[in-house]
C-alpha cells in the first residue's frame, strides 16, 4: 500500500494518485472487501472527482489482500437493517446501483483487478470496467441463491448476455468459476499470474499515456498478461448447459438434469442437480425469469427491474431466511417458501414482476 494513499469513511476505501492513475482501493480485507453503504458513497464520490478532473486518464479499481477484490455487499448488515424496520437495505440498493451504473458509462478508462474472490456486488462493480483482470486465485460469481436471492447489480443485463446458456447456469445454480471460464465467457477479458502484479504496479507507475490511455493500458497488459487460457471447462460443457438450462422452467431444468445423459456429463449434471436442490426455490425461479426478461432489456431497465425486485425482496422473498440460517445462526438448514420447486406456483414468481 502506498505510504500516500489518503484514506477515507473509516479507511475502508484507499484513494491514491499517481502518474495521472486514481487508484481506488476496498480495504476490509477481514470481511473480503464486501461493501458497506458508506463504501459505495466514498466509491461514488471519488468517480465524480475524477471524472472532471483531467489530470487523470485512469482508474485502477482494486482489493486490498490476497483473497479477495470484493466477496458482495455486506449481507449481514442489510439483513438486520431489515430486522430493526430501518430503510438501510433500499437505500443501499439504489445507491449501490447508481454506483454500478456510473462505473458501466465512465468516461474513463477503468482497470479492475478481480484477484481473489469477486462475488456479487463485486460483480457488479467490476463488470462495468473496460479491463477486467483475474489471476489464478480468482473465483467470480453471482452465488446469491444460495442465500435466497436473486443475481442484481446488473446480473440480469451481463449475465443474460453471456454465450448460449451460461448466464442463465451461473444465475440458476451460483457456481463459482476460475480464470479460464471467466476469460471464455466474457466475464473477464484478461489473465495475468497474480506474482505479476507487482510488474503490473512498476509498468503503471512507469507508464507513459498518449492520446488513447485505454491502448496504452491495454499494451501494458499484453505484455504482461493473457487474453485466453487453455481447458476452460465451461467450453467443453457449453452444449450441454445449452441443453439443460434452455427448459421452459427450474423444474424442468432440474428434472432433465437428472434424467437425460448427455454424452459423459452425467456425473457434472447429477451434482448440478444437487446443488439446485440445495437453493431457494422461489430465488432460482426468480432468477431465470428475471435473466430471460433481461436479454431484451438495456442496462438501464435491467437495474430499474431489479430495483423493482429488490423493494418487494426483503419483505416477500427468501433473503432474510437465506441469511439467518447461513450467516446468523449457521444451522444452513433454511427453510425456503415453497420448500421445494414442485409447490412453487408460477403465479409466485409472476408476482413479483407485476407493475415493471
Not at 490476497?66 to 424496520?85: E, T, V
Not at 444460495?146 to 443474460?160: A, E
Not at 449434471?269 to 431465470?288: E, G, I, K, N, Y
Request: aromatic residues 8%.
Amino acid at each position: 500500500m502506498n505510504a500516500h494513499a489518503r484514506t477515507d469513511v473509516d479507511d475502508h476505501v484507499l484513494t491514491h494518485v499517481s502518474n495521472h492513475i486514481g487508484y481506488l482501493t476496498l480495504n476490509r480485507p477481514s470481511g473480503l472487501n464486501a461493501l458497506t453503504l458508506d463504501m459505495v458513497r466514498s466509491l461514488r464520490r471519488q468517480l465524480d472527482a475524477w471524472a472532471q478532473d483531467a489530470r487523470i486518464k485512469v482508474v485502477v479499481l482494486r482489493g486490498n489482500g490476497p483473497k479477495g477484490f470484493c466477496a458482495g455487499g455486506d449481507i449481514r448488515a442489510l439483513h438486520d437493517s431489515f430486522k430493526a424496520g430501518s430503510d438501510l437495505h433500499e437505500q443501499f440498493f439504489v445507491e449501490e446501483y447508481a454506483l454500478d451504473l456510473c462505473i458501466h458509462h465512465y468516461r474513463k478508462p477503468i482497470l479492475a483487478v478481480m484477484d481473489g474472490f469477486t462475488l456479487g456486488g463485486g460483480m457488479g462493480l467490476a463488470q462495468g470496467a473496460d479491463l477486467r483482470l483475474v489471476t489464478e486465485r480468482s473465483r467470480l460469481g453471482m452465488p446469491e441463491v444460495g442465500i435466497g436471492y436473486f443475481p442484481d447489480v446488473g446480473g440480469s443485463y451481463f449475465l443474460s448476455r453471456l454465450p448460449g446458456e451460461i448466464g442463465t447456469y451461473l444465475g440458476v445454480s451460483g457456481t463459482q468459476i476460475q480464470a479460464a471460464d471467466a476469460l471464455y465467457c466474457g466475464l473477464a477479458n484478461w489473465y495475468m499470474a497474480s506474482d505479476r502484479l507487482d510488474s503490473l504496479q512498476q509498468g503503471l507507475d512507469d507508464l507513459s499515456f498518449g492520446h488513447n490511455p485505454l491502448k496504452d493500458l491495454q499494451g501494458l497488459l499484453a505484455r504482461l498478461g493473457t487474453q485466453a487460457l487453455e481447458d476452460a471447462p465451461l467450453a467443453r460443457l457449453r452444449p450441454v448447459i445449452d441443453h439443460y438450462f434452455s427448459q421452459p422452467d427450474v423444474a424442468s431444468i432440474a428434472e432433465q438434469l437428472r434424467a437425460v445423459r448427455i454424452g459423459d456429463s452425467q456425473q457434472w449434471a447429477l451434482s448440478t442437480a444437487d446443488q439446485l436442490d440445495s437453493r431457494s426455490p422461489l430465488a432460482m425461479a426468480v432468477t431465470l425469469e428475471m435473466l430471460r426478461r433481461g436479454r431484451h432489456l438495456s442496462l438501464e431497465d435491467c437495474f430499474a427491474m431489479e430495483l423493482h425486485l429488490d423493494r418487494q425482496w426483503f419483505a416477500h422473498g427468501d433473503i432474510v431466511e437465506g441469511v439467518r440460517a447461513l450467516i446468523v445462526d449457521k444451522d444452513k438448514q433454511p427453510r425456503w417458501n415453497p420448500p421445494t420447486l414442485a409447490a412453487l406456483p408460477r403465479e409466485r414468481v409472476e408476482q413479483f414482476f407485476e407493475g415493471l
